[in-house]
Structure formats: C-alpha cells, structure tokens
C-alpha cells in the first residue's frame, strides 16, 4: 500500500470553497480506486495550512488513478476551480508507506 499525505496553503478567506473541495475529492479519489482518509481542515494555530491522506494498493494503482483524473470530469472540474478561484495557494505530495499491526 502507498499512502499520498498532501499538505496544502490555502487562502484561509476561501475555507468554504475548499472545503466543498474536499468533499468532491473524496468522492472521486473512491470513485477512481482509492481509500480516502480525509481531509484536515486548519482549526487552532495556522489557518492556512489543511492536509489530506488517501491510499491506494501500490504507486502503480496511483499513477492509474492520476492518469484516469486527467478525463474525468469530476475531476476535470474541480481543477478547474480551483485555478479560477485560487483557495489553493500551493501543495507539496509526499508518499508513505504505512506501518499496520
């Protein structure tokens, strides 16, 4: 299993978009193959900074479900809302891999 872990700036004036951001996400990261863990949203200390963590089987899996994003237009969509409205201000992706009893 490879688990995607991604930090986000976000504008902190634009938590509603983001967050019907998120909640479209979670729905097309299942959708196309995945496990989603959630979305963490700022509420005390820094309210520009949010994370999300979702899985899939292997990193092969995730380059799968990254191609099929690019024409799926859910996916499509939320990208580009995210370029017209600008709630993201950038984003680092990192991979993990999880340690499970």
Not at 27 to 49: C, D, K, M, Q, W
Not at 53 to 76: C, G, I, T, W
Request: some cysteine; glycine content about 4%; overall charge neutral.
């Amino acid at each position: 299993m490879i688990t995607c872990h991604v930090k986000y700036v976000i504008d902190p004036y634009q938590l509603p978009e983001f967050e019907a951001y998120c909640k479209a996400w979670i729905g097309v990261v299942r959708r196309l193959g995945g496990t989603h863990h959630g979305y963490f949203l700022p509420s005390e200390g820094a309210s520009n900074i949010a994370y999300c963590l979702f899985s899939f089987p292997s990193l092969a899996d995730y380059e799968a479900y990254r191609q099929n994003a690019l024409s799926d237009p859910d996916s499509v969509a939320l990208v580009a809302s995210v370029m017209e409205k600008k709630f993201i201000l950038s984003y680092e992706r990192s991979f993990l891999r999880p340690v499970l009893s």
